[in-house]
């Protein structure tokens, strides 16, 4: 089993900055890609920013040159170093992760419980 846990959202002023955490344990024989999310309040769900394991990036247009996702290989832990934000970036960020674990024939999603940003006007 793979678990997921989410941290280091809040409250902030537009033009300010926060760094999110995904810390990744359990069974993992490999990671292919570990990725953000976020859900605004009566919105879909939407990619952020994704992490391939041979180093390439993505990021939505919205938050590119703003954003920066990086990641710990030691520790399965990847980060979102989120700068100069802006209201419309409040939402529920979610970290999903693309793994197999030892045995397995085939890769799995796993998502942490997901972790508030608000950035005030």
């Known amino acids: 089993q793979v678990h997921v846990v989410e941290s280091g959202g809040g409250l902030v002023q537009a033009g300010g900055s926060l760094r999110l955490s995904c810390a990744t344990s359990?069974?993992?024989?490999?990671?292919?890609?570990m990725g953000w999310y976020r859900q605004a309040p009566g919105k879909q769900r939407d990619l952020v920013a994704i992490?391939?394991?041979?180093?390439?990036?993505n990021y939505v247009d919205s938050v590119k040159g703003r954003f920066t996702i990086s990641r710990d290989n030691v520790k399965n832990t990847v980060y979102l170093q989120m700068n100069s934000l802006k209201p419309e970036d409040t939402a529920v960020y979610y970290c999903?992760?693309?793994?197999?674990?030892?045995?397995?024939?085939?890769?799995?999603?796993?998502w942490g419980q997901g972790t508030q940003v608000t950035v005030s006007s």
């Open positions: 359990g069974s993992i024989f490999s990671i292919n890609a």
């Open positions: 992490l391939f394991s041979g180093g390439s990036t």
């Open positions: 999903k992760v693309r793994a197999i674990s030892p045995g397995a024939i085939s890769w799995s999603d796993y």
